[in-house]
């Protein structure tokens, strides 16, 4: 399985920050939205991104306060990225290394989509589910008067 079988699944709506905007404008849309991070983009571009992580590290800093904090500020600026052909075995080692949560997926330098870790695990149960009920049903039409090598 692929990242672009998740993303086809998925659907492609992005919500995106821009660096320079108040981050109490980003966490209202985050809000409002009940996703748990924003592409951070400028001039078209993945400057990086910001999710809860970042905002409580902010508050931390700040004695509990946002205040007049902006986006780059509080922004992830290196984030871990992937592409659509990036298998999800390998996606899932990189986001467990890194304890990331969520990851853009770039095609050359176009954005492509966001997966998240939620994203990732429902593609593996799905994936298993359906390995399930095509092994049962293998088992249910199995030839009559057969039966099937012990162990």
Same mark, same amino acid.
């Given at each position: 399985?692929?990242?672009? &079988?998740? @993303? +086809?699944?998925?659907?492609?709506?992005?919500?995106?920050?821009? %660096?320079?905007?108040?981050?109490?404008?980003? @966490?209202?849309?985050? $809000?409002?939205? &009940?996703?748990?991070? *924003? !592409?951070?983009?400028?001039?078209?571009?993945?400057?990086?991104?910001?999710?809860?992580? /970042?905002?409580?590290?902010?508050?931390?800093?700040?004695?509990?306060?946002?205040?007049?904090? =902006?986006? +780059?500020?509080?922004? #992830?600026?290196?984030? *871990?990225?992937?592409?659509?052909?990036?298998?999800?075995?390998?996606?899932?080692?990189?986001?467990?290394?890194?304890? $990331? +949560?969520?990851? %853009? !997926?770039?095609?050359?330098?176009? *954005?492509?989509?966001? =997966?998240?870790?939620?994203?990732?695990?429902?593609?593996?149960?799905?994936?298993?589910?359906?390995?399930?009920?095509? *092994?049962?049903?293998?088992?249910? #039409?199995? %030839?009559?008067? /057969?039966? %099937? $090598?012990?162990?």
């Amino acid at each position: 399985m692929k990242v672009n &079988d998740i @993303l +086809r699944v998925k659907g492609g709506t992005l919500y995106t920050a821009h %660096p320079d905007e108040p981050l109490a404008k980003a @966490l209202d849309l985050m $809000a409002e939205k &009940d996703i748990g991070s *924003l !592409v951070v983009m400028e001039h078209g571009h993945l400057a990086g991104m910001l999710t809860f992580r /970042e905002v409580i590290q902010t508050l931390v800093k700040n004695g509990g306060s946002i205040g007049t904090t =902006i986006v +780059r500020t509080a922004m #992830d600026d290196a984030p *871990l990225t992937c592409t659509m052909e990036t298998d999800m075995d390998e996606v899932r080692r990189m986001m467990l290394e890194r304890h $990331a +949560r969520y990851m %853009p !997926v770039m095609e050359a330098r176009m *954005l492509m989509g966001v =997966i998240s870790f939620y994203d990732v695990a429902k593609a593996v149960v799905d994936s298993q589910n359906f390995e399930n009920q095509m *092994l049962k049903a293998y088992i249910r #039409d199995w %030839p009559e008067g /057969e039966t %099937p $090598a012990a162990p």
